[in-house]
């Protein structure tokens, strides 16, 4: 018997759920390769172009809330990547929808360049970050690389993009796999 490897988990996830959309005309998947492909372009270091690619992963681990897919995302998602992957990676997934509360809340324009399933989530999510909470957010560690996730998250979604593929995200999910989990049952 073969076994499991995360990069496996994460293919089967792109492949079954992954090919589901929430809202935003292209697939989770689709969306998720493209914000990867946005940190890339802008390059950030490996950690955060695997936190880009994996940061929805969320809405392929838990049910649909609505149309628009699972809410809490942002909790699931950093969970379960904090069992596989170093805190660079989860925590700026896990920090990501906080993210887009935070910008709502300090530029007066962001709110505009959120799509219609995001403004929508927002809803669900608390909305704008008051004064307080804002400023605790960007004491928190990753919050940066948070923000940074978030503006890439915003703009991949774009309907027939050309972007790398899963595969070659390979070498580096592997390479950031914390020990533990790198053979997982089949």
Do not use: N
Not at 126 to 146: H, I, K
Not at 154 to 162: F, H, I, P, Q
């Amino acid at each position: 018997m073969s076994a499991k490897t995360v990069f496996d988990e994460i293919a089967a996830l792109f492949a079954a759920p992954g090919g589901e959309t929430y809202g935003e005309g292209v697939t989770t998947a689709e969306h998720c390769l493209q914000t990867a492909a946005l940190a890339r372009a802008e390059g950030a270091d490996e950690a955060l172009c695997v936190a880009a690619l994996l940061h929805d992963v969320g809405h392929f681990l838990e049910e649909r809330d609505d149309e628009f897919g699972y809410h809490k995302h942002d909790h699931s998602g950093g969970d379960w990547l904090a069992a596989r992957f170093p805190a660079a990676i989860s925590e700026p997934v896990r920090l990501h929808v906080a993210a887009k509360r935070y910008l709502c809340a300090t530029e007066v324009e962001y709110f505009t360049v959120l799509s219609h399933a995001s403004r929508h989530s927002l809803s669900k999510q608390g909305g704008a970050m008051s004064a307080e909470e804002a400023a605790v957010f960007l004491a928190r560690p990753f919050a940066t690389e948070a923000v940074r996730l978030r503006r890439w998250d915003d703009r991949g979604k774009v309907t027939d993009a050309e972007v790398p593929p899963l595969e070659s995200y390979r070498a580096a999910i592997t390479h950031m796999t914390l020990p533990g989990p790198k053979s997982l049952p089949a």
